[in-house]
């Protein structure tokens, strides 16, 4: 696990994706826990997303298990 403190060297990358392996690949640095992920996209609305689909379909999913 790094370290907390500011003075500690740090770097700058960016990194490009397959979409088929982002997930895996996102999931795995993130449980490392020694990542920071930046929006490079921030004038684009959530609703405009890539993923915006996938969410939707989630939360269909899971009214249709809370009737039930």
Same mark, same amino acid.
């Given at each position: ?11 700058? +990358?960016?990194? =490009? ?10 999931? !795995?640095?993130? %449980?490392?826990?020694?990542? @920071? ?6 004038? +684009?609305?959530? =609703? ?10 989630? !939360?269909?999913? %899971?009214?249709?298990?809370? @009737?039930?």
């Amino acid at each position: 696990m790094g370290s907390i403190f500011r003075s500690e060297e740090v770097c700058l +990358v960016q990194l =490009f994706l397959q979409s088929g392996s982002a997930y895996n690949c996102v999931s !795995e640095l993130g %449980e490392l826990g020694l990542v @920071e992920f930046r929006d490079l996209n921030p004038n +684009v609305n959530s =609703f405009q997303r890539k993923f915006v689909s996938e969410v939707r379909r989630c !939360e269909d999913l %899971e009214k249709t298990f809370r @009737e039930y």
